[in-house]
């Protein structure tokens, strides 16, 4: 567990996310309390801790949270038979059952379990009971009350040091991995405690779709339907479609028409631009009250990009070279569309702005900085799409390096 924790935590470190929740289930919430003693304080580490299926013993005694059946057994050993493999996937997740469940048994290294169980059951990392009475962060503990291998009576006697409600909750009927058989239901109980865990986060969510043949506005309402309170005059998840492709910049002016917030995050919903950024760009305007703060693919230490061929590299490249030589920005990306706006401002440069197609985030920084605005930068790594193909193509090139020239003439 102790390995695991501190795996997660060196990836947390790495991408400077400290303003998290954890949700953990079985094996997940043992790490998350491993994780607390690792970053427990007000200003840094995580607001939450949710933990189904996960009782929370004292160093080495595994046998005083869990109840001693074949189904743990077969947690810890190296070898299972395939019926064994088949009853372990099949009682771990209950119903539905599908066929990747016991594909993820088959893939685990079976020396991992064994492993696993000798190092807790030895009693290496921290006493868990301890820690969690202890932790000041706020802890939602979310069982079925028909838990088949863990003894909810223990959970229910541990002295949780924040817990949530004040009480242990347990959905009737329901076994040991509730969001998996009724979803519905555990859902809106992880996005409440989410809520209350975020308590100084304001958050809305804008998606414009200009009728995507991927599905993406089904997606999207499935987050509403999960994310979204249940009185409809504060929804924190929009999408507003359009009928067809009109165009990047109508988008964002269509998307911005909708926003409530005094800040604006644009970004690629294909995780392009990962979340993971967001912090950074956040921490990055506050500190230096920037009017923008713009992604970067090509300055400070890890930016980058994955995935382009060399033809993609060279054409970016050149485009920031050509638009740094004719127009001076001020800005190492003028190309990307990773960005956050004060929202006036950004009102302010879109009403500025005539391009409308692949030459519109290069306007945009370059009347911004005409406007007198104060850029930011900050690096980020661009993964291309997985599915999918860029739309990038000649017509789009000479049209930028038209727009280049245009700009050159006007500004």
């Given at each position: 567990m102790a390995g695991y924790a501190e795996a997660v935590t060196e990836i947390l470190a790495y991408y400077s996310i400290d303003d998290y929740v954890i949700f953990g289930w079985s094996l997940g919430g043992h790490i998350g309390i491993e994780m607390l003693p690792r970053s427990d304080s007000?200003?840094?580490?995580?607001r939450g801790l949710m933990m189904t299926g996960t009782?929370?013993?004292?160093?080495?005694?595994?046998?005083?949270?869990?109840?001693?059946?074949?189904?743990?057994?077969?947690?810890?050993?190296?070898v299972l038979t395939d019926d064994e493999k088949h009853r372990f996937a099949y009682g771990t997740a209950g119903l539905?059952?599908?066929?990747?469940?016991?594909?993820?048994?088959?893939?685990?290294?079976?020396?991992?379990?064994?492993?696993?169980?000798?190092?807790?059951?030895?009693?290496?990392?921290v006493d868990q009971q301890e820690a969690i009475e202890k932790t000041g962060v706020l802890t939602a503990i979310v069982n079925g009350a028909a838990e088949p291998f863990v003894k909810l009576d223990f959970i229910r006697g541990v002295k949780y040091g924040n817990l949530w409600r004040g009480e242990c909750i347990?959905?009737?009927?329901?076994?040991?991995?509730?969001?998996?058989?009724?979803?519905?239901?555990?859902?809106?109980?992880?996005?409440d405690f989410v809520e209350d865990a975020s308590i100084n986060l304001?958050?809305?969510?804008?998606?414009?779709?200009?009728?995507?043949?991927?599905g993406t506005q089904e997606i999207a309402h499935q987050l509403a339907r999960v994310y979204n309170p249940p009185s409809?005059?504060?929804?924190?998840?929009?999408?507003?479609?359009?009928?067809?492709?009109?165009?990047?910049?109508?988008?964002?002016?269509?998307?911005?028409?909708?926003?409530?917030?005094?800040?604006?995050?644009i970004m690629d919903a294909d995780f392009s631009h990962h979340p993971a950024a967001l912090p950074s760009f956040i921490a990055?305007?506050?500190?230096?009250?920037?009017?923008?703060?713009?992604?970067?693919?090509?300055?400070?230490?890890g930016a980058g990009v994955s995935g382009w061929d060399l033809k993609r590299k060279l054409v970016s490249r050149g485009a920031n070279l050509l638009s740094a030589t004719v127009l001076q920005p001020g800005v190492s990306d003028v190309t990307g569309s990773f960005r956050l706006y004060k929202r006036e401002v950004l009102q302010k440069v879109i009403e500025n702005t005539a391009s409308k197609g692949y030459t519109f985030q290069m306007e945009m920084m370059v009347r911004?900085?005409?406007l007198g605005y104060k850029v930011g930068e900050c690096p980020i790594t661009f993964v291309d799409r997985l599915y999918g193909e860029s739309k990038l193509g000649g017509d789009e090139i000479a049209e930028y390096a038209k727009g280049v020239m245009t700009l050159w003439l006007k500004v």
């Open positions: 007000k200003t840094k580490g995580p009782p929370p013993i004292p160093r080495g005694q595994v046998n005083l949270g869990f109840k001693g059946d074949g189904h743990m057994n077969m947690a810890f050993r190296e539905p059952y599908e066929d990747w469940l016991l594909e993820n048994v088959n893939r685990t290294d079976p020396c991992a379990r064994r492993l696993m169980y000798e190092a807790f059951s030895g009693g290496l990392g347990e959905l009737d009927g329901l076994g040991h991995a509730p969001f998996w058989e009724k979803p519905e239901d555990f859902h809106q109980i992880l996005r304001d958050w809305e969510l804008i998606i414009v779709d200009d009728a995507s043949p991927d409809p005059q504060d929804p924190r998840i929009v999408l507003k479609a359009r009928a067809g492709k009109l165009g990047l910049g109508t988008a964002y002016v269509h998307g911005l028409s909708f926003a409530t917030g005094n800040f604006v995050i990055l305007q506050k500190e230096h009250d920037y009017d923008i703060v713009a992604g970067t693919r090509y300055s400070g230490k911004a900085k005409a």
